[in-house]
C-alpha cells in the first residue's frame, strides 16, 4: 500500500495547516556555500507529491521560500538590480549595496546572480553576519577555498590578500557577498572598507556586494560610517509590486510549476493581492496556504472563501478579511 500522511489524508483543515507548518522551511534564508545558489531540492514526501502533482497536477510546489532562482520574477526592480549589479561586478566597481524590505527578493535575486556568474568570478556568499570581523575572514577565506588555520587577522588579510593578488594575475575577479548585511557591526564595516583597499592602479581588487534591509542604508549614512557609505559604486533597491506585477508575480510562479492562474478564482486572485501589499514573501505563504486550504477541502481551485481563510490564518485573527 503506498504510504501517506495519515493526518492528511483526513483532509481536515487543522490538520493539513498542522502538517504545512511543520513541513514548510522557516525563512528560506540561504546557508549553503555561494556555488550552491541552486538550492538542493528537500526530500519529497507522498502527501507533497499527492497536493502538487495528483491534486493540482504541478510539477513541484509553487510557492515555497526557499530562495530559487528558477522562480525569480523579473520585475523593473529586480530586472534593473540584476543588470546593475552585473555591471558593477564586470567592471571590478569595487562596493555594491542592494536594500529591500523584508520578503522582496533580495535573496533570491542574490542566488540567481550567483548562478549566472561567469565562471571568471570566484565568490563568496556569507548569511551569518553576526560574526566578528576575523570570523568572517574565516568563512571567506573558506569559500573561496583558502586553506587557512590562524584566527590572527594580520595572517587572515595576508592570506586574502595573497588570492586576490593570485586571481588578479589569473584575470579573474573575486567577490564577496554578505546577505543580511544590516546587522555588521560599525567595527566590521570599518574592517571591510579597509579591504577595499586591496586595489591595483586600474582596479580593485576585492568587490563586495552588501544586501540587506532598509536599516543597512541608514547605518550606511551614520557619520562615523561616512567613508564606506561615500565609496558605494552601485546602489540598488526593491520594493514592494505594484497590483500589475504581484498578479504576473503569482502567473509567473504557477506556470513555472506547470501551473495557471486558473487555480485561483478572480476573487481570491484579488483578495491575495490585495493583502500581500506586493510583498513576494507574503504572496507565497497566503497561496500557499490557500491552496493547502483547497485541497483539504477536496475542490481543485482556491475559491475566496478559502483564500480568506488563509488571510486569517497569517494574521493570527478570526476577523473577516
Known sequence: MEPTTPRLASRSLADVMRWSRSASAPDGRPSAQPEAAVVAPNPVRPAQVDIWQRHYNLSTEPFALTPDPEFLFPSAAHTEAMA????????????LVMVGEVGTGKTTLVYSLLSQLDPQIETSYLSNTLLSF????????QDFGVTTTSRNRLDLQTALNTFLRDCANRGKTAALVIDEAQNLTDEVFEQLRLLLNFETYKSKLLQILLAGQPELAAKLRQPNLRQIGDRVAVRCGLGPLSSTEARAY???????????????TRPALGLLIRKARGIPRRINILAHNAMLFAYGREIDRVDRATMAQAVRELQGSLATP
Open 84 to 95: 546593475g549589479l552585473k555591471l558593477g561586478l564586470w567592471e571590478r566597481r569595487g562596493l
Open 134 to 141: 576575523e570570523e568572517l575572514l574565516q568563512n571567506a577565506l
Open 250 to 264: 503569482i502567473e509567473h510562479r504557477l506556470t513555472t510549476a506547470g501551473g495557471s492562474l486558473r487555480l485561483f
